[in-house]
T-cell receptor
């Protein structure tokens, strides 16, 4: 039972354009959501997060949007740069639970 | 540099062999985790330790044991390796007082069981 779903295994975007990565979830008990970025042969690195009491959080070129009614979140990267080419995982947490549940990842390729 | 250190980076085991994956963090974090990453499956939690002296099962604990040796170190043991345990293993730690809940991951151990 995949509670966090990333339905697009891959995405290609031209450099300078907007990249939009999507994530859907099924567990209404999730109260905190995170995005991680992973380069080959490295561990994932934390990128940005959002609490369920907000609908938007911004950090430089990265913005995460949360639509609770649709159980959907998205990560926007503007403008996209070659160094953004990586695999992006979304993750979610139930309040009070130590465990993060991860999606299967989306491979983003930025085309110069 | 501060962070999470995993050893070894690569390992090949024969079915039935045992081994221990080592993990150490120098950020004084309370919580530590072991995840495995498989193609098309994302990262799945094997075991975690919320504090020194405590461990709990995650989503896929069968075939594994863990030890939280002290605040810095959290090891993962495979007693009798099976081909289904071929995976990339990531250790992570977290400051349980941090607001953003972000984990710090190690660079991973790529394990192949033949």
């Amino acid at each position: 039972d995949q509670q966090v779903k990333q339905n697009s295994p891959s995405l290609s975007v031209q450099e300078g354009r907007i990249s939009i990565l999507n994530c859907d979830y099924t567990n209404s008990m999730f109260d905190y959501f995170l995005w991680y970025k992973k380069y080959p042969a490295e561990g994932p690195t934390f990128l940005i997060s959002i609490s369920s009491i907000k609908d938007k959080n911004e950090d430089g070129r990265f913005t995460v949007f949360l639509n609770k009614s649709a159980k959907h979140l998205s990560l926007h990267i503007v403008p996209s740069q070659p160094g953004d080419s990586a695999v992006y995982f979304c993750a979610a947490r139930v309040f009070g639970n130590e465990k993060l549940t991860f999606g299967t990842g989306t491979r983003l390729t930025i085309i110069p | 540099n501060a962070g999470v250190t995993q050893t070894p980076k690569f390992q090949v085991l024969k079915t039935g062999q045992s081994m221990t994956l080592q993990c150490a963090q120098d950020m004084n974090h309370n919580s530590m985790y072991w995840y495995r990453q498989d193609p098309g499956m994302g990262l799945r939690l094997i075991y975690y330790s919320a504090s020194e002296g405590t461990t709990d099962k995650g989503e896929v604990p069968n075939g594994y044991n863990v030890s939280r040796l002290n605040k810095r170190e959290f090891s993962l043991r495979l007693e009798s390796a099976a081909p289904s345990q071929t995976s990339v293993y990531f250790c992570a730690s977290r400051d349980s007082t941090a607001v953003n809940y972000g984990y710090t991951f190690g660079s991973g151990t790529r394990l192949t069981v033949v």
